[in-house]
């Protein structure tokens, strides 16, 4: 894949949110099977809240990450702010037009990437972007977006027979190919080598400069750290925690750290423990690996070192960090499978 590449030419940009929406409520008529596994969730109308009052804001030059365990309502919330589903209520704006029923002109501004599909699976790759290309007035050239990506490599097998992350790399020059104003991206880098996701990054950073309203879900929360403008974590249909990433890091307490630490051997926790005050958790995190979690200051350090000197026992590794991501998320989502 060829990073070295000219910057994406973006049409008329203006100070308009790429999304807005507010107090969304999708709800659906459950099937038999689910009303009756499932009573406490019917409501008096006889369906189920998907979105339950959601409102989020994605600005152009941004870009918007959407977290959640799976069933969490991320797909529905985005379903119904690219004009894929009809809100029960509430409002939904796509660069200030409402999405449901959108007129070709709004569409042809707006790139949707899907994970789970969406591609001919019968074609090869470049003829299908030339296709998409054929669709716009003023599209992206093919062979340098396909160079990009790394396409060519793989054009002559069909989409079915792609991997996982070549179809990622496809799916995404197809929602580039018409300069969008506003990029849905959807597990832009799952299933990608480390060189693709860098390449993918650098696009995701330049459409960014260039004024696009960038709306992105992943799993993969180091990916969310790395590339988020403002994180919405989304819980049962509705934002639970929303700011920039360095806001839900810090949460209410910017002292809040993380010490890990690897022995050579096994650890008597307990006596670890009953040295720790209660503003530090000592977590086993695996074998001989370890972690402190909590109001860090030198004196924690001081008892850590006290103790491992107390059972003689030698540090491998020590990092100390503030938390991630990803234990913001596991805080407010639990850390049970879903």
């Known amino acids: 894949m060829n990073s070295s590449h000219p910057h994406f030419q973006l049409g008329n940009t203006s100070a308009l949110a790429a999304v807005q929406i507010d107090s969304l409520v999708k709800e659906f008529k459950p099937t038999r099977d689910f009303a009756q596994k499932n009573p406490e969730k019917i409501n008096e109308r006889g369906t189920v809240s998907a979105i339950d009052g959601l409102s989020l804001t994605a600005h152009r030059g941004e870009v918007c990450v959407l977290l959640g365990a799976n069933g969490a309502g991320k797909t529905t919330t985005l379903a119904c702010a690219q004009g894929l589903q009809k809100p029960t209520s509430g409002t939904v704006q796509l660069l200030g037009e409402n999405p449901w029923g959108a007129s070709p002109e709004l569409r042809a501004r707006v790139g949707i990437m899907l994970q789970d599909g969406g591609l001919p699976q019968a074609m090869r790759p470049i003829p299908l972007l030339k296709h998409i290309s054929s669709m716009y007035q003023n599209p992206l050239k093919v ?167 107390q059972q003689n026992l030698m540090p491998v590794s020590l990092e100390l960090s503030q938390r991630t991501l990803e234990d913001v998320f596991l805080e407010i989502s639990g850390r049970d499978i879903q």
């Open 143 to 309: 062979d340098e977006i396909a160079e990009r990506l790394g396409i060519h490599s793989f054009n002559g097998t069909t989409i079915r027979r792609l991997s996982g992350g070549q179809k990622q790399r496809v799916a995404l020059a197809a929602a580039l190919m018409g300069r969008p104003e506003v990029l849905f991206l959807d597990e832009p880098s799952a299933g990608l080598d480390p060189q693709s996701r860098n390449v993918v990054f650098e696009i995701i950073r330049e459409q960014k400069e260039k004024g696009v309203g960038i709306i992105l879900t992943t799993h993969l929360l180091d990916d969310a750290q790395r590339l988020a403008d403002d994180v919405y974590i989304v819980d049962a249909g509705t934002v639970v925690r929303h700011g920039s990433v360095q806001e839900l890091l810090a949460g209410e307490d910017s002292n809040h750290k993380r010490l890990t630490f690897t022995l050579a051997d096994k650890l008597n926790t307990q006596r670890l423990t009953d040295r720790l005050g209660s503003d530090v958790t000592l977590i086993h995190l695996s074998d001989h690996h370890y972690a402190l979690e909590g109001q860090l200051s030198p004196g924690v350090i001081a008892q850590l070192g006290a103790e491992l000197e």
